[in-house]
């Protein structure tokens, strides 16, 4: 509802725990903010492999009859997020295939960036698809191989792909995780007694119990099988570009991710805010709840007291009936109110994690504004976000991007803030520690992997 | 409920229609009697083909809102039947895809003999199947064909297949409607205006004010697009074998199939029924429905009085739950009840379309009794069962057919009639008036079609 | 979907079982011919009352859930249709409420003439009413008295009201069944072994293996307790009036009702009809199903061959998307289909129960005549419909019923038949086999309880 | 799902706008935190009112077809939170009925001491009773009234009420506001253009652009027409008890409750708390979100840096299937999840609002400590919580309560806390600005209204 990027999908896989789907379940639920739209799991009991998924958030698809029918101690899972245009049932993961190497599953987190080309080439010699997804070709490059050793086929499938991919894929009796050579998206390795676990975050094992491994190395199999844990890189090695933004808007701030803790690095993006962008103010106050961590920080650097002057409503359904009556700010006020006590009078920063539109930070200020408070100081705990991103975040086109195409006072102006400043890359990069290894072509344009005009790019994401 | 073979499939196509995907929805529901699990409709706008498909009845799964997303003016339809273990929405029809040719539709009713092997094949080269039905094997298939032309492609993937199907088939813009050479199960072609129109059974051209035209010969592929209608024969030819039950059982009695009125041949076989099976009685009663039109027949040939001395109830649920406490002919009774006024103190004849397991004739016989029948005779229009379908019909295995392993005298007494007669295969074939064209491989075990060892088939049937 | 006069309840009662809710959904399921709008069961544990109902068809509503929920050996159903308006979950029946009696439940089957006079008075003493039907008046009532005894205090209600009332009504140990004076509606009595079921007709016992015991008479209040079952009037007698139009239509054939069987009484008024009305024939066909016994009556007393020339659809969803395309006879060709076989060239008698607006009538003779018939003649088995009912039947207004503005030639000529022939009033009651304890107002005017003006009346039927 | 004192209803009503339903709509909406189990609203077209009620959440109750039925300017609405046994759409409201005075509709908020005594009274002058809430005694006492006048008619039905109630009543006319004479439950009037709304809190103001206008004081009447609010006290004056909890718990911080800011009281709390509680400590963390201002102004005055140390899952379905495998603090952990990184190696302050059976409590203090934290102090910004509420909270019974029968020291040791600290009763009224004119009973034990002996007073609360 609200202005923002939106994560498409996150995955879990677990090997060896006789309640596999249901604790597959639970790391979904954790894994929530990454894919609203459905969810899904597949479990094997060791002879055949059997498949739940549908529309709609974890809780509402796994009722206790649908994870009963999941038997076996090895399961993988998906949960969506999706624009609307493919929105359906056809598209929601995990994709459960018969091929020659048996019963293949398959959840993706990312974005392949050729997959167009490579499932024209596949339909040319034969295949048919039966959704509008890039990760079907996975399954079908799989299917192809000659060889039944499954890492070896899937090394040989993975190798015609390029763009961003973190895979789950699993058999009658295997489980398998993959990060793409340059590591866009995240994926971890977890223990639980004798089970192993894979999850797109660390906050997925807090929830099971399971004790956080590793990351998965950017180009990294994990091949795990009741035998144990085996791992190898088939693939030619890339340079690590890992998806930035995880940082910044998209992990949860308990999560462990790229061998950092997340609310820490927010709160440091935070204090270099301070640094870069000071303002005169008598109050920091978070855009919840993604700002907050970044607002503490801010106001620990600044020294400028911290507070809760939004609010933001829980019970939020999928839609909302809009009045004919106008009311001011809809579409955020149904999320969100100031509190008029802790802003009246005041002099306030407004720490948000990113300007996407502009429209909701527009209705912020006003909305601070009009509940008493006297200046409003808007700062972004991220540079201006200036082109789209092709690796598996949903992002409105270019020319939707505020800052692809209007200066910071541009934007200023645009959502009435007394104020406005962003992070700049440099302190981005010097607060998350580090200088390479790290995607943000969202803000710099430098793509680490090429991809066709952005029309065919962005419609490829989500498929027709 | 009761104990019957189950027809698998029905299927509806139709092009030159603003109302395609409205007409299909009432073409499945007149031919609803041919599957209650699924329906399902693709439709083209000349672009895109639209697909929605659910577990349930034509008029539960059709609603306003799912009509309304399916546009064009070429659409094709279909009903499924069947047993609990693939109940499932993965396996419902119609089946969409993508291929070399763009997007194929299609719908099956039938069964392909050789789907096991030809999908082992398939693998063994790549593929990769997301049902377990027969069916996807054809879509495979054509998607392989280096031929552009569906006509052709299409004749080249169903050279390689062997056993019984009736198609619709559609991409973007045309139209297909095939019979296999032996000609199992039927299809027909009518017109509508200026749309032509193709269905299993003419009762569902009446529905929607549709002429029919005639029936599909076996082997014929018929191609219709904007431009008309086209006759292929593409596949070399075989000896018809037109399934005989579709006469006995399945059809409904307003259609007409293979040339003939289906009431008025089932009045025939209880005319013939009359004469072979002759008895001293004062009522005829059908088991209803479909025992109606040949008890109504025998009434005619024996002069003796028919009525309904069994009531249907029609407000049938899908499932129903029976007290602890032991209800006599639970399963029957739910369905049929016999009114004492006209039973009583009466010798009646009571006509039924076939014996299968026995279960449910023992009952019957049993009901009518205790409403104060002096004597019953129980009359079969249909020979005994001996032997289960492998070209589209759900049948029990051999060794549940009482027939395969009991005599007339046997059944008899385990039905607890006073006595029993069934029409003869002779009789069969006089009354549906000529002696050659008939599959009745369920009566005489022979076969049109070889298949595999009676397991295999029997699960290839229905998929694991 | 049909023009037909509507029955507008059907009620069961059972004590003395331990799957008391069990059985009396099986009830409810044998008389959903009575009501299917809503369904609904309460029970008794012996210390409180449990209530499920909801909008929909018994098998529908009862799922195994609901009918878990329902615990003990006491309970009573009903089934309602009505009409759209007040259409409402608040008007489903049984009522049940928390009074000085305890707590008491009640389900009706009839309708109160005085229910908006009575309920206004109760009004002004300081009553509130949940929902807009007459029924609620009764339980007011019953409440209000100072008795303690659930007898006299129901008497003592229903000594304030007239009208139809067919009743079962209980606390948490007593169950009580009750006709009216005039014994409008029906209502049996019935044992399974221990057990005291009651049902609106007889085939609700033959479902559950009751035994029918017998009618209850007109003004007859039955006690019903683990003690065992004690009769009583307490009401001023009156002349009886049972609802004729129960054996022409409403009641399912295979009940005994009024103290003959239904099938008979049909078949009765089928011959006596070939006697008044005869016709130059060669085949008689029902309108199904309702029409089929008196088919069989005139076809057996005119010696001309009777058949099923118009087959129906029993797969009927509640509502259907009728194309824009206009279709010929649309709402009657969804339930409805000719069979030319049968028809072709012949001079046919049409047989049905009723008349009510002539439009349907008007549709099956054009879809008889199209199908091939030479000559139609509509042979009807009650006597013109000339006036609507107030006691418990759902019927147009007089001025929507054809017959109360038209003359029988009128009729024939707008329905388009060949000829158009009606039992008489004298041939109807003849065929009844007594000419006295029958309301035939529909017929003949003759209301044996007064009510007030049409529209008051018509209106008070289902409320607001 | 965690611990906590459960506010058992919010209501809305508004009169003059034409979108008064939806407007209900969107007030429920930002009153959800009041009740999760069922919503409603009533409208009036002027001539008739329309009732939809269902359990469930706001947005998941009212969709576009249900809000389409609801007509006409005038409107209330009600949310209500229940207890598992009486969770029944009966026991829903508003509560609509047709009485003497055409039809009312009422929702509350409260809980009446007497309604058990007034309803056997009731009862045994003749009434009935369709649901088991004390609501439908007023509705019943005005219904009795003999006065034509709304006011009047209320006031002589509440004059034999005591206990707790803010209430919305309606007809088709007239909207009326009340609260009780000692104040119990919160009650505001606002404006919206020429419309009048009454809210529980003012956050629903917020959301439809209202203009906050006052709290309705204890034993005010405000009668709401289209010419204009009138206000009365016809009902004998009482001390004000206003409930202090709303502050502490239930009202959302974003609120004027009282006169006063709730985040701006709740800061307040924890500064209080921070002189009477200090800690030597290095992290001061709110347990979400009702800790949040608490802890912020437990940091602001202890100088102790503030920071979000546990997570909450936003995505909390209704039910969480649990593995059979334990999984440490399930019940907490479904929603909160320490921040190893914030927590590592630090001395901690946890702020909560209550302590009620202490079990969540001891899981929060383990989870933290697991995290990493060196110790663990937790702070509550109320007293112990020793008794029950009987004026419309939910709340455990005396024994379930921690506090009611061990000291602070026991509690500290059974939560396994290094330190446990709560808000003195003199802290608490000193922050809450003033010592009278609060309800804090459930500190105190000192009840402004008698109640019968506990067990009755609590099964009242929610009827059987």
Redesign the interface.
Known sequence: MLDRFKEACGIVGILG???AP??A??GL??L??RG?ESAGIVSSDGE?LHLEKAMG????V?T?AR?RRLKGSLAIGHVRYSTTGSSQL?NAQPI?????HGM?ALAHNGNLVNADIVRKDL????????S?TDTEVI??LI???KSDDLVEATAEALGKLSGAYSLVIMNERELLGIRDPHGFRPLSLGRLGGAWVLASES?AF????AEFVRDLEPGEFVHITPQGVKSYRPLPPARPSQCIFEYIYFA???S?LFGQ?V??MR?ALGRQLAEEAPAEADLVIPVP?SG??AA?GYA?RSGI????GL?R?????????E???N??HFGV??KL??????LEGKRVVVVDDSIVRGTTSRKIVSMVRSAGAREVHMRISSPPTVSPCYYGIDTPTRKELIASSHSVDEICTYIRADSLGYISMEGLLKAAGKDTGFCHACFSMQYPVPFPTEDVAQLRLFG?
Do not use: M
Request: hydrophobic share 35%; with cysteine.
């Open positions: 725990s006789p309640e249901n604790l379940y639970l639920y954790a929530q903010h609203q055949t958030l974890v809780a509402e796994f206790e994870l056809k459960l295939a018969t091929c020659r293949v339909e040319t010699h034969g295949s048919i698809f039966s509008s399954v079908h299917a192809r191989s906050c807090d929830l099971i119990d949860r701030p308990d462990v803790s609310a820490g709160k709840d907050v961590p503490v620990e007291p911290f507070d809760h609010i409503n829980h019970y939020v359904g999928r839609t909302f009936i009045p004919k009556q009311i001011r006020k149904i109110n100031p509190v008029r006590d802790i027709v």
